[in-house]
């Protein structure tokens, strides 16, 4: 199904827009918040998808039963399992070294609750793999998807986390209690 189809049901039947400033790389992490709702990966993977890009996405492996997993894996879904020896960042890492292209969307937040205590490992990701992140937010209130600002990972880590917190500030959730970022 082509970029047309997914832009008639994004923009049309939903009534989203989208703000796109910024250029795709062939490889990147796509860090995208706030994530308040499970509505989320439907309108992120619509947004993608009149982009014309296959993004894949991480979900824990509980998600991946039948018949949902052959949807979620269809769609780009990579299942974790958080028992599994090895590290996470090592897979990922490897799967962007083995690939021409390849897009991994990570919500930062963990979960679909507030929490100011973001996890770092699509940050880790982006380091090691050597690959920007691009910043993709989700705003509710206006009903726009938007990918405004690409950033490169320094190795300052607490700098760096602090940077891509306010950039997310100016977005509003589904459900904004949901959402937190611990900045100010």
Known sequence: MGKAFFSFIYSRLLGWKSDVTVDYPDKCVICAAPHTSNWDLLLGKLFCATQGKKVCFMMKKEW????????????????????????????????????????LAITPEGTRKANPDWKK?????????????????IDYPSRTISCNRIFVPTGDVEKDMREVKIYFTRFRGKHQDRFSTGIG
């Open 64 to 103: 991946f039963f039948f018949p949902l997993g052959m949807a979620f894996r269809a769609m780009g879904g990579i299942a974790v399992d958080r028992q599994r020896k090895g590290s996470l960042v090592d897979q990922m890492v490897g799967r962007f070294a083995r690939s021409r292209q390849f897009y």
């Open 121 to 137: 490992g699509f940050y880790y990701i982006a380091f090691e793999a050597r690959v920007p992140v691009l910043l993709i937010g």
